[in-house]
């Protein structure tokens, strides 16, 4: 089978033991050096970078949260002085402030390296042509697959978020081979592709590489039946390297790149270790990037080790089962993952005070869309009705540019949960909500 990197990818258990170990010293050396969060973090629980003998050793590190990195704004994380940074990337944190994720040169050579192991692992090559579609949330995520694909010598129609009508046609007209977005949005095209009466036999679309959010199995196959192709994925985080953490090969196994990160399998409660095999939240810790090192990261995502190793396509590399369900509450809105206490945060600062409101996701014609009906309490009353509605624009222009989302946002005298359910909504409330 085709491999981006054999060498690194076919290495035996002891031989990727080793690799790790060695890489994981140097990221607690450099981590210990240059970061005061980690060095405080070692020093409290009497350890130094020279106690770090074996890859189990990472349990003597404490976790490290999406709230510790929102604390160290905007550059209390990075390992490396700001002139070796190439790129920064922001995404939507959850202390207030957005998380601020530096590369260096090697760090993005790494996450090309990364991205193109997964177009190799899914069969992709140098003849195919590969269409982008991604929301301006995921342009960092975007611009990474890009260029790996590019990497690997594929033709890319570099394409943001068009209207889908748009992109059927330069799908059918440039000969597509293969769909690079998120799982809703392809399962949308299957819709508009029906709509246009387009039979998907006519496409030259071969596969789809769907990432960025979960894919229960289900969704998995209306997209590969409605689209006639195979469908691969890859997870990844947006506080590293995007999609590149695991990838799926033709197999249907997500490898994790373990010459990059080594992945544990955690208890979310407790913070212990799970049996082998069993399911838990995903911590990951990266060996190799320079400019910022993430130390036992709780990803939120719940998965479990794949226990029997030897995958028929030969990579020796773990396999995780895809996450599909989180242990926190965070929720996936056209692949973008958004936290309810941003959405409170927002409000709340439109509106002046906490009022009681809900927050439902749901489908239209296969996309998610953001509902947030906020209940007319009497201290938001205001004799001029332009008030209000300069609050609601507030509420939706802040959504958009602080998290990159559009939400519809209506003013409901008062709304319980039952009113608004449907099958396939997730409905929230805030905390001051009454029933
Ligand atoms: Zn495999």
Redesign the pocket.
Known sequence: MRMYNRRYEKLVREEIEQVQLERLQSTVQRAFKNIPFYQNELKTRNVTPSDITAVSDIAKFGFTTRDDLGYNYPYGLFAVPLRDIVRINSTSGIAGKPTVVGYTKNDLGVWVELLSRLYFASGITADDILQFSFVFGLANWGRGMAAAAENIEASVIPMNFLNPEKEIMIMTDYKTTCLVSTPSHALHLVGVLDELGVEPGKLSLKRAILVSEPMPAGMRSRIEEGLGIHVSSGYGIPEAMGPGIAYE?L?G?L?IAEDHFIAEVVDPQTGQSVEEGQAGELVVTTITTKAYPLIRFKTGDITRFILDDA???G?TLR?IEPPTVRSDNALSIRGVKIYPSQIERIVGAALGEIVPYVIIVHKVRELDELDILVEEVESLFSDEIKVLERMIAKIKDDLWEILGIRANVKLVEHVTMEEVRTEDSVIMRNHTMKE
């Open positions: 090969c197999e196994r490898h995958c028929p396509c990579r396999a």
